[in-house]
């Protein structure tokens, strides 16, 4: 089954009288439950398009649809709902909210978001933060703990939720390489557990290898794509 | 909503400086609108109870026209008994009435047999006037509130002027409405302290010796004082007795009395619309100290959280929930400055009260001035301060939750 289909997807900015395009004509499709990669050199339009897919930004033109739903229909109320429901993000600053404890941040989109059950929060949120391994720091602020384990409490924070989708940009960029593997291995995990499909803008050659499908963007256009060999999809 | 209370009142102690800063702002406002409201509103009671305790009654009625040629205390624009009689048969039937007290209002000469000088005259019933103006025994420097038959209630002014005291005779000279001037010897009975403003040369005789010396075929009254139960129902009093008063009309058709409140009869009222005005003009500052404060304070806040407010949208939160959160936040920052300036009023107030601050009104002097905070005036200014909080960060809270994600993760 296919979770993000992308038919001639461009974006063009507009810096005053001049345009720049950013995306020009992408056409791909992911299928539920595989783990993606979009590589290219920086300006290449990685990020562009995860803001696509992530509907925080709209193409200019082309159609793009994401969970069967085509995201152009969608309003900032309905695109709100829809990321709370569907996608997860993890940033590549990790954008933890500083006036809340790790806990409360893995908690913040099941309370504010889905307003799930007290009893069924603090199970997700303890399960997931267990995941990371960051149960012994839950009670801690963001500006107590370190720069991967901020990481791994946004990790826990956009798979709480239990996303279809989950976008990651440089997800290890700050991460020590074992951090950086353990992290991956996790995700791995959960793709295989919940089928979740998660799709990463990356340098980090960690990541490439473990992509199922890697698409390669140059220029904004779509240069090439290939799958893996001896990674198995889900 | 409780987690987003939880979260505003973080995000507001987050910078404990810049709030406590503002919240000590709106806390100055609130006391100067307390401190003020309570001052001003003692003094006002202080005099506003002087002159209707103590002179003119809560509400007088009079016949139609005499308000305007009061001054001249006109002889044929008094009530005949007819008329007093249904005026007193409605006044018996409002509860809310505690007395009334019929009085003959007439101008006059004293003379002490050497010097004389003109004065104004009631001629009271001083039993019904006692209840009526409670405070004016209390205006009696020397002698007798008794005021029996030939006695005289001399101003405080006069009698200085003309060497008068207890028991000596002077001689009051009127003219009656048919103008025949007519003179009878009282005694000084005792001297009554002159009241601020026009009302400084009234003296007192009874209403008996009042017909007499204008030689009154049959009774005359030319005004009505009341006296009404509970003070703040006067508006109440006053437009339920206009109301039955207006039925009663002449054979021209126009009505027979007319009713008026001390506010028409006494010049202070104008300085109590004054002190109300000013107190307009003090809450309006409070408004606006509140509106900029948290309306500059929040909108800094949105400008500091771009990030914060990207990353929420993104993942998931609703325009609204991000509004209540600012909403909440500017809220709490205005209750916290009410209830700070209250607190701080409270103490401020009870400092005045312990200093016993007098002043002076007209020949009067040592006014203790007693303010005190209401609880209505607590509860009115809190929320107040509470809804111009709300609205202030209104705008700033709008432009957070139309923050597009993209643009808003984007910021530094």
Redesign the interface.
Known sequence: MQIVVAENLSKTYQSGSVSVPALNNVSFAITSGSIVSFIGPSGSGKTTLLNLIGCLDRATSGRLEIAGTDTAKLDRKGGARFRGNTIGFIFQDFNMVPILTVYENVEYPLLMVRAAPAAERKKLVLELLDAVGMLDQKDKFPDQISGGQKQRAAIARALVTRPKIVLADEPTANLDHTTAHKVLSLLKKIRDDHGTTFIFSTHDPKIVDEAEVIYTLEDGALAGSREQKGVEHA | ML??FK?AL??LF?YKRRTILVGLLIALGVVAVQVFVATSGSYKTLIVSQITDAMLGHIQIHKKGYLVSIENVPMNLNLNQHGVDKIESILKAMPEIEAYSLRIRLGGMISNFTETTNLRLYGIDPVREFKTVPLLPKRIMSGTAELKPGQILVPQILARGLSLKVGDPVVIIATNKDGSVNGKQFTVGGIVESAPGPGGRDGYIGIADAAEILRMDEPEISEIAVHVKHFDQLQTVNTALTKQLSKEVNNKGKPMFEVHTWEKLAPFANIAKMIDLLTVFIKIMLIAIVLISVLDVMMMSVYERT??I????????????IVAMFVIEGGLLGLFGAIAGNVLSFAGVLAIRASHYTFSFGMKEGFVLDPSMRMGDVFFVSAVVLLVSILGSLQPALKAS?L???KA?RSV
């Open positions: 987690n987003i979260i973080r995000n987050r990030r914060e990207g990353t929420l949208a993104a993942i998931g939160t609703l325009p609204g929930k139309r597009e994600p993209i993760l």
